[in-house]
């Protein structure tokens, strides 16, 4: 499995985890590319008063580290700096204000990092860290 259809993969994984886990998504893949910060927020999704970005890290046992080891201080400040570019966006779009809650309380960074066993004939072992 290529390296971007595995990442895909983790990507649908983790958002069906955390459906499962109550959590509402509102978005996915959302990109932006302004002068202040580029980049990309895998899942945006609430749960109570949160709105929480969650970051996804997959790999392939044996292939050179653990998911979390992508995530750098520089790469936490970029996604902090999305998601309140991603509110400032949507908080009064018509079509995702009924998905907000009313007085959104903060804002949560996860990540969740999916590592694949070798043989890619089992399911990922998942480790879902909230407010990194």
């Known amino acids: 499995m290529s390296p971007g259809r595995l990442g895909r993969e983790g990507e649908n994984i983790a958002a069906s985890y955390l459906a ?9 893949n959302w ?7 580029r980049g990309e927020l895998d899942i945006v999704a609430v749960a109570a008063d949160l709105l929480i970005t969650v970051e996804v890290k997959t790999r392939r ?3 050179g580290g ?6 750098t201080d520089a790469k936490r400040t970029r996604l902090w700096k999305l998601a309140n570019r991603w509110l400032a966006e949507h908080r009064l779009d018509p079509d995702l204000r009924h998905h907000l809650p009313q007085g ?7 990540v969740i990092g999916l590592l694949f066993p070798a043989d890619g004939r089992t399911e990922p072992a998942i480790d879902h860290l909230q407010a990194v």
């Open 31 to 37: 990109r932006w590319r302004g002068p202040d910060v």
């Open 66 to 71: 653990r998911p979390f080891d992508a995530l």
């Open 61 to 63: 046992a044996g292939t």
């Open 20 to 28: 499962a886990c109550g959590y509402r998504i509102v978005d996915r």
């Open 104 to 110: 959104v309380r903060g804002i949560r960074l996860d």
